[in-house]
């Protein structure tokens, strides 16, 4: 009976490190983006995205053609928090822009973290 405990603790142990190396290996999560353009005129599409590209280089932009209609999605954002943030910012500029939720790159979800942790390191 006390190799009872013995035994949970290592099937616990290895559930562990099978769950840790899953998460090592994940390159996507369910996370947000915001649409920032649908429509059909391609020169509208590529204005919003040298708009993202020179006002918000820190996002990475996502482009969708079903023919006739482009889509334009932004950020690979892995908290609500932080894409409502980025969507206050963008109202003024386009005010049709909305929340997605979205399968977003690790990377790009850790890089928005980052950035938002710096900021907050410069604050007073």
């Known amino acids: 009976m006390s190799d009872q405990p013995l035994f949970i603790q290592q099937k616990l142990d290895y559930s562990l490190d099978t769950l840790a190396t899953r998460n090592r290996n994940a390159r996507y999560i369910a996370g947000y983006k915001i649409q920032l353009y649908t429509g ?13 590209y020179q006002t918000y280089p820190e996002l990475d932009t996502y482009v969708a053609y079903n023919h006739p209609t482009y889509r334009l ?17 963008l109202k003024d500029d386009y005010p049709s822009a909305t929340i997605v939720s979205d399968r977003v790159l690790v990377s790009g979800a850790l890089k928005i973290m980052d950035s938002r942790a710096a900021v907050k390191e410069d604050e007073p």
Do not use: H
């Not at 954002?77 to 910012?89: A, C, Q, S, W």
């Open 73 to 89: 999605r932004i950020g690979d954002f892995g908290t609500r928090l932080d894409v409502e943030k980025y969507l206050n910012k």
């Open 40 to 52: 059909t005129s391609r020169s509208e599409l590529d204005a919003a995205k040298v708009f993202v």
